[in-house]
């Protein structure tokens, strides 16, 4: 079932080969807001992919305070690693909002990657350039102060690709979650960062 795959991938999404997937067996479902993909220790089972909408990525104290490891949004997938080694999952999945993901199951996945060598380097391009990117961000949260480490969380949220103004769809207690903040520490220096017009803060959203 080997397909020809465009291997330019500087602007690449996974979503530029849904075709592929769903000839391989993948499913599309619906999750609602909210809604657990699967939970931590459970085993992985399947590949996936954002169709639409956003997942976080998170681990919960026995105090119930969540650590958020990461979020995911349209065009990338997540909860690799352990499903490349056959492994269990080290975090909880659940959707931020109500989402469309795309399923392919673990054996799919690797017939998938078996008969097309071209998009295992897609792949792998990409989940470098994920880690990589994450690596930086730790490295930005762990070495600024608390107005910096806010600000690094902004622009890897908002990415390159405007200059304009975009909505940041996370709440402060989730921004609070990934940097290690408290999330009052957070509302003041937004506030701060607004009275300095470095945000905008509309019915109570965070635009940067």
């Not at 392919?104 to 792998?124: A, G, T, V």
């Amino acid at each position: 079932m080997m397909i020809a795959i465009n291997t330019k991938t500087e602007t690449s999404t996974l979503l530029d080969y849904y075709d592929l997937f769903i000839n391989y067996g993948a499913v599309q479902k619906l999750y609602k807001k909210n809604e657990i993909i699967f939970n931590e220790d459970d085993w992985a089972g399947f590949f996936y992919i954002i169709v639409e909408g956003s997942v976080r990525m998170f681990n919960r104290n026995e105090e119930g305070k969540e650590f958020i490891q990461g979020y995911f949004t349209t065009g990338q997938s997540f909860g690799e690693p352990p499903l490349l080694i056959n492994e269990k999952y080290p975090t909880t999945a659940a959707c931020i909002k109500d989402s469309v993901l795309l399923k392919l199951s673990r054996d799919h996945f690797f017939h998938l990657l078996k008969e097309n060598p071209n998009f295992q380097m897609i792949f792998l391009k990409i989940l470098s350039k994920r880690i990589i990117g994450k690596a930086k961000s730790s490295k930005d949260i762990i070495n600024q102060n608390t107005k910096q480490k806010i600000i690094s969380f902004l622009n890897a949220q908002k990415g390159s690709k405007t200059k304009e103004r975009v909505l940041i769809s996370y709440t402060r207690q989730e921004i609070a979650n990934f940097t290690g903040l408290r999330v009052e520490t957070v509302i003041r220096i937004c506030s701060k960062l607004k009275n300095e017009k470095v945000i905008d803060i509309i019915d109570h959203k965070i635009y940067f």
